[in-house]
């Protein structure tokens, strides 16, 4: 009984195959059908390996929120030269909520040498060509961004020369923590002083011929310091033509999420437009000296993810890669015989000569052709 159960299984599971097997009596090869089996399979060997590059790319994924956290800090990273000594310059930050920020909460005054030496003009000419290309084309922020890393390292590298020369600038680095409002960082002449109505700084103890704000950004960032990201003001070296010139920065601050399958940070991106002007009192050209980074926050948060394409995708992509290239070189292989043998068979009715026809006796002709002629002689 359990053999005839299994047996009738059997020959239903046989019933429902959808690929029946001709013998191989039936089956006729030919080179034209061999030929195009060749390059069937090396199509499908040169698309699958392009395919399967394909799946092991990831592309970045853009989201767009409002930003709702106002009462969190924004965290600014520092690192910039100016060409004058620590004594005469100080740098602090005032927002809109005349809150106040002094240097000393975070910020660190090096003597440094402002010329940099020949490994440091590599590094910040390859940043300066990073940058331009980063302008001309916008997806190299996608590398960027996949690329980062926390043990990479895009800071400027120590001097490997003994320079006996003095020091003549002075390199103001760190981080400080402000609110999450519009501001202004600036580095002017003199260390600044708390005011009742904003803030001072004692510049009438430094001689006026001194003022030298000449500078070099070499990092500025908002948010979490995220070693490998390249921003746009990296790199950004500004020589000033006059004592009283003022450089002017104005910073638009995107709150960033950045998760990739190296790295997951709170971090910012910012546009920036610079402008530069000599402060000359007597042509109307008013101002203070120094260096000035006005920044504001948008109202909008941006989520970067890192995506790859799931296994499932590119399961059914393959299949479909395999089963078109099968069909479609099927049905040209069928077509393209069909034709050929329409023309040979053209050829053919073409150089058929028709044979003179037989008269009969009752004045009938007969145009078929003899089965049997019999030769006798």
Request: charged share 20%; with cysteine.
């Amino acid at each position: 009984m359990r053999r005839l159960n299994r047996k009738k299984t059997l020959n239903l599971v046989k019933e429902l195959d959808a690929f029946p097997k001709v013998p191989d009596s039936y089956v006729e090869t030919s080179a034209s059908g061999g030929t195009v089996s060749l390059i069937a399979f090396t199509t499908m060997a040169l698309l699958t390996i392009m395919e399967f590059s394909v799946y092991q790319d990831t592309w970045m994924k853009y989201e767009y929120e409002v930003d709702k956290d106002f009462s969190s800090k924004l965290r600014i990273n520092i690192d910039i030269t100016v060409a004058m000594k620590c004594q005469y310059v100080g740098a602090d930050v005032l927002d809109l909520a005349e809150t106040m920020v002094a240097s000393a909460d975070g910020l660190v005054y090096e003597p440094v040498i402002f010329d940099l030496s020949p490994q440091q003009k590599e590094w910040q000419r390859m940043l300066q060509v990073i940058q331009s290309r980063l302008q001309e084309e916008h997806s190299l922020q996608d590398v960027i961004f996949k690329s980062a890393f926390k043990s990479a390292s895009t800071a400027l590298p120590p001097r490997e020369d003994d320079s006996s020369q003095p020091p003549d600038a002075c390199r103001i680095r760190g981080h400080l923590y402000v609110n999450k409002v519009a501001g202004n960082f600036h580095i002017t002449v003199g260390k600044a002083i708390p005011h009742p109505r904003g803030h001072a700084h004692l510049a009438a103890l430094v001689n006026h011929d001194s003022y030298n704000f000449s500078h070099r950004i070499d990092h500025l960032s908002f948010g979490e310091l995220v070693p490998g990201i390249i921003n746009p003001l990296d790199g950004t070296e500004k020589i000033a033509v006059d004592h009283n010139q003022m450089f002017q920065y104005f910073i638009t601050v995107v709150p960033t999420k950045l998760h990739t399958y190296k790295i997951s940070a709170d971090t910012h991106q910012f546009s920036v437009t610079e402008r530069e002007r000599v402060i000359n009192h007597a042509a109307g050209s008013h101002g203070v000296s120094g260096i000035f980074m006005k920044y504001d926050l948008s109202s909008l948060m941006v989520t970067v993810t890192e995506e790859h394409m799931p296994f499932w995708q590119f399961f059914v992509r393959l299949c479909g890669i395999v089963g078109g290239i099968f069909s479609t070189t099927g049905m040209l292989h069928g077509i393209g015989k069909f034709i050929v043998e329409i023309i040979y068979c053209r050829f053919r009715v073409a150089s058929y000569k028709p044979v003179s026809s037989v008269p009969f006796e009752d004045g009938h002709t007969d145009n078929h052709l003899p089965l049997l002629e019999n030769n006798t002689h």
